[in-house]
Each structure stands twice: as C-alpha cells, then as structure tokens.
C-alpha cells in the first residue's frame, strides 16, 4: 500500500507559477511510475504529467507540454510538478497518482492522493 499526500496548491494570478508536491509513504518508491492528473468542475480528469521509476522517461500532457515540469527524487518518496506560465484554465484539484511497475494493468494507477486545489485568476 502507498499513501499519497499532495501540498503546494493555492491562488496564483495568470502569468505565475506554482510547484506542487507528492510525499510517498512507501519503502519502494523507485518502482512506481507517478503521475498527476487533474480535474476541473465539470471536466473529465486528465493526465497532465507522468515520470518513470527512474526520472528518465517523462510525458507530457499537450495543454501544458512547455510550461509545466514533472521531477521525482527518489531518496526522498516524492514527485513535484513544478508549473510555470499559469493560465484561468488550468484551475483544477491536482492528484497526485502512483502506479507499481509490477500491476496487473499498466494502464491503470491504482494509489492516488486527496488532491490540492490550484486557482488561477485572471
């Protein structure tokens, strides 16, 4: 089992930046792929970055390829993302989400955090 705690959200003008972050309770953290998805009222969740056991292979979601960065430091169970160039629309909950490499189904993450509200004003 892994617990995921989110932190880092708040209100930020449009043109700003926020990082956010993921502490992982877990002893095997380099064997999860993490991720955060976000969702919007009204909106379906969607993936917005993701980041392999190793920090090597990274994506990207197209909304925010350029102005959002996703890093992971494995020494310390966590996964930030780091974002820049905020706009209205990227007001969201920001999950944090996990995805052991030895699951069943790799298209599925199984642990995900409580979520933290990001708010972007115009």
């Known amino acids: 089992q892994v617990q995921l705690v989110e932190s880092g959200g708040g209100l930020v003008q449009a043109g700003g930046s926020l990082r956010l972050s993921c502490a992982a309770t877990t002893r095997t953290f380099n064997m999860y792929t993490m991720a955060w998805f976000r969702q919007a009222p009204g909106k379906e969740r969607e993936l917005v970055a993701a980041?392999?056991?190793?920090?090597?292979?990274?994506y990207y979601g197209d909304v925010v390829q350029g102005r959002f960065t996703i890093s992971r430091d494995n020494a310390r169970n966590r996964v930030d993302l780091q974002m820049n160039s905020l706009k209205v629309e990227d007001t969201a909950i920001y999950y944090c989400?996990?995805?052991?490499?030895?699951?069943?189904?790799?298209?599925?993450?199984?642990?995900w955090g409580q979520g933290t509200q990001v708010t972007v004003s115009s």
């Open positions: 989400a996990g995805r052991h490499r030895a699951a069943a189904d790799q298209s599925v993450y199984g642990y």
């Open positions: 980041i392999g056991w190793a920090g090597r292979n990274k």
